[in-house]
């Protein structure tokens, strides 16, 4: 980036979406990103409860344990998709961030842009007081110990991204007992609220959600932040919904 640049990454702020429907609006965001109709953007939301399963479809399916009926009945969604990585779960109080970027203006690789990702989640556990690091080799996402506190799932086409990450704020941990977690066995699950020093408080979600958002907008090379609230959205995701229909 050029000295003195500057670069916007807008956020919508989302709150609750149902998975399919943010599916929906990342594919149409995406094609108006590489024909050049919007920007650089992030969407922020949670996701009611729901299992998501990567692209290495054998391998993730062999990672959920137990019946998808069994899943439906404790009221899961479950949705298959073309991100990377295995079989994760996400649920209220957990932060997702889908950005929807063009890496070669950022000057970014893939490597480097996933670096990007884990580094956000670390930097904000930092800010509440929790030590996170990136995975060892063969693991993704980030890690307190050997307890699991983010995950990253991405989709790069032609040097534009989609998907993200999902950052355990204080999801209802109970749901990653029926998966195993990213496909990496023998390790555990955890959230902020459980990690941080006990008598700390924690500020709203939404609070948490931004700084995220402006973490992230730091770590990749944007100059300022521009949020929108989900009333401002609407007629995208409307339009979204109706090219899906």
Same mark, same amino acid.
């Given at each position: 980036? /050029?000295?003195?640049?500057?670069?916007?990454?807008?956020?919508?702020?989302?709150?609750?979406?149902?998975?399919g429907?943010?599916?929906?609006?990342?594919?149409?965001?995406?094609?108006?990103?590489?024909?050049?109709?919007?920007?650089?953007l992030?969407? /922020?939301?949670q996701?009611p409860?729901?299992?998501?399963?990567?692209?290495r479809?054998?391998?993730?399916e062999?990672?959920?344990?137990?019946?998808e009926?069994?899943?439906?009945?404790?009221?899961?969604?479950?949705?298959?998709?073309?991100?990377?990585?295995?079989? !994760?779960?996400?649920?209220?109080?957990?932060?997702?961030?889908y950005?929807?970027?063009?890496?070669?203006?950022?000057?970014?690789?893939a490597?480097?842009?996933?670096?990007?990702?884990?580094?956000?989640?670390?930097?904000? &556990?930092?800010?509440h007081?929790?030590?996170?690091?990136?995975?060892?080799?063969?693991?993704?996402?980030?890690?307190?110990g050997?307890?699991?506190?983010?995950?990253?799932?991405?989709?790069? /086409? /032609?040097?534009? !991204?989609?998907?993200?990450?999902?950052?355990?704020?204080?999801?209802?941990?109970?749901?990653?007992?029926?998966?195993?977690?990213?496909?990496?066995?023998?390790?555990?699950?955890?959230?902020?609220?459980?990690e941080?020093?006990?008598?700390?408080?924690?500020?709203?979600?939404?609070?948490?959600?931004?700084?995220?958002?402006?973490?992230?907008?730091?770590?990749?090379?944007? !100059?300022?932040?521009?949020?929108?609230?989900?009333?401002?959205?609407?007629?995208?995701?409307? &339009?979204?919904a109706?090219?899906?229909s």
């Amino acid at each position: 980036m /050029s000295g003195g640049a500057r670069r916007v990454l807008e956020a919508w702020r989302l709150g609750m979406v149902k998975y399919g429907d943010a599916l929906q609006l990342q594919e149409r965001l995406v094609a108006d990103r590489k024909a050049g109709r919007v920007g650089d953007l992030v969407l /922020s939301l949670q996701h009611p409860p729901t299992y998501t399963l990567g692209k290495r479809r054998e391998k993730a399916e062999r990672n959920l344990l137990a019946p998808e009926a069994e899943l439906r009945a404790l009221g899961a969604e479950i949705h298959r998709t073309e991100r990377g990585g295995d079989v !994760t779960f996400h649920g209220p109080r957990q932060a997702v961030l889908y950005p929807i970027l063009s890496l070669r203006p950022l000057g970014l690789g893939a490597r480097r842009y996933v670096e990007g990702l884990e580094s956000t989640m670390i930097q904000i &556990a930092a800010l509440h007081g929790v030590t996170a690091r990136p995975g060892d080799p063969g693991e993704t996402g980030v890690w307190v110990g050997d307890r699991k506190i983010g995950a990253i799932g991405v989709r790069i /086409s /032609s040097g534009f !991204t989609w998907h993200g990450l999902a950052f355990n704020i204080d999801p209802d941990l109970g749901y990653f007992e029926h998966i195993v977690p990213c496909g990496i066995a023998g390790k555990g699950v955890t959230s902020l609220r459980r990690e941080v020093r006990d008598g700390v408080e924690l500020p709203g979600d939404e609070v948490i959600h931004d700084q995220l958002v402006r973490c992230l907008g730091r770590t990749l090379g944007f !100059t300022d932040v521009e949020f929108r609230d989900d009333s401002e959205c609407g007629d995208m995701i409307a &339009a979204a919904a109706a090219t899906q229909s």
